[in-house]
């Protein structure tokens, strides 16, 4: 299983790199309960505090099984999370912006800024799980959107 994530590594991040403007075009807003949005943000702030304690389990255990099945375990996970997306892994700022609909997933936008002012934007494609909990099924990382970014 670890040489199944090593190879979609790369491709995570190809895709990160070719599609950032393509990626949130024609998003449109999502109609969900209140309890859903403040779930999904739940899930999104429980994870970057995770990453934020080096808690691998606890920060995999808010990836969708898809996500798990991908990686294979939590070391795996953190690993390409460290690598590869820095500013979800240690972000100074976390705001919470739209809620919308990409591809017929929900998509929470999430500006993280970095401790030296740098701005990203975080797409977290989400995922509502047969017991109804939102666990997070890919984060796509493009460039911020706030003025003066």
């Not at 998003?27 to 304690?53: C, H, K, M």
């Not at 929470?108 to 030296?116: C, G, I, K, S």
Request: charged fraction near 20%; glycine fraction near 10%; charge should be negative.
């Amino acid at each position: 299983m670890r040489r199944t994530a090593r190879l979609w590594l790369p491709v995570l991040l190809l895709l990160t790199l070719l599609i950032p403007g393509a990626a949130w075009a024609d998003d449109a807003p999502v109609n969900l309960p209140e309890g859903d949005r403040a779930a999904i943000q739940t899930a999104i702030r429980s994870q970057i505090d995770a990453f934020r304690r080096d808690d691998g389990a606890a920060a995999f255990g808010f990836a969708s099984p898809g996500i798990q099945q991908m990686f294979g375990d939590a070391g795996t996970f953190m690993q390409m999370v460290r690598r590869g997306y820095a500013p979800v892994y240690r972000p100074g700022a976390v705001a919470f912006g739209a809620l919308v609909e990409m591809e017929g997933k929900p998509v929470q936008r999430v500006e993280l800024t970095a401790p030296d002012g740098t701005r990203d934007l975080a797409l977290y494609f989400m995922e509502r799980e047969p017991d109804g909990t939102w666990r997070i099924d890919g984060c796509m990382l493009v460039p911020s959107e706030s003025v003066g970014a």
